[in-house]
């Protein structure tokens, strides 16, 4: 293949990679039974007037498998940080001690384990559909740069093929993450399923969370 369409490839795997990193993260994001600190991560608190993520304003572990604790570096934040997941969608109740806040993670109930599905369907379906539009983004342009007259069509036959190879990886990948939130005792033999050659081991151990 030549240079350009190189380029454009190049492109196109790491314009997927993302997208695939950003299905990871959303994932990681969704509420099951098990205590994970990611399920904080789109948490923000209204911080003296600034909307601070919560883990700049807290060191965050899971203690036990259904326990998030969080320990404010400034005590005089824990109500603030109480409001804000009182307030969010996650459906927890925190409580503290003055210096430690705790978060008790249910057990998911018929109808949660349903919303979670539904949940993390839409966030793996939507994943697909990034990296499906940036084959066709990239698509379109060598398709021009063959009209053009700028690449061989050879070249751009190839190059439209590996494309659609990446695409095949990243939307996989997507899928093998999607199982895994669902499924985390799968998680060893999704490792495996990753393609990890394209997407740099983007899932290892991480999205168990």
């Known amino acids: 293949m030549s240079e350009l369409t190189d380029e454009f490839l190049a492109d196109a795997k790491e314009r997927m990679r993302k997208s695939v990193e950003a299905c990871r993260h959303e994932l990681a994001t969704v509420r099951t039974g098990r205590a994970s600190p990611h399920l904080l ?23 036990d498998a259904r326990l998030l604790t969080l320990t404010p ?6 109500g603030t940080i109480e ?24 057990e998911l109930n018929e109808e949660r384990r349903r919303e979670l599905v539904k949940v993390v ?11 499906r539009n940036i084959r066709r983004d990239v698509m379109h342009d060598l398709r021009e740069l063959r009209k053009e007259g700028e690449v061989g069509e050879d070249d ?5 093929t590996e494309l659609q190879m990446r695409t095949d990886e990243a939307t996989g990948a997507a899928a093998v993450l999607r199982h895994v939130r669902l499924f985390p005792r799968d998680a060893l033999a999704a490792r495996v399923a990753v393609p990890t050659v394209a997407f740099g081991g ?5 999205q168990t969370a």
Not at 42 to 61: F, H, S
Not at 202 to 206: D, F, I, K, P
Request: avoid cysteine; hydrophobic fraction near 40%; aromatic fraction near 4%.
């Open 156 to 160: 751009a036959r190839r190059a439209e």
């Open 41 to 63: 991560d789109r948490l923000v608190v209204d911080y003296y007037g600034v909307e601070t993520p919560i883990k700049q304003l807290a060191q965050v572990a899971a203690t």
């Open 121 to 131: 369907h839409g966030v793996a379906e939507d994943g697909k559909v990034a990296v």
């Open 202 to 206: 983007l899932t290892s151990g991480r």
């Open 83 to 106: 409001k804000a997941i009182m307030e969010s969608d996650l459906g927890l109740t925190p409580n503290n001690d003055g210096n430690v806040i705790r978060l008790q993670i249910p």
């Open 73 to 78: 570096f400034d005590k005089n934040s824990i």
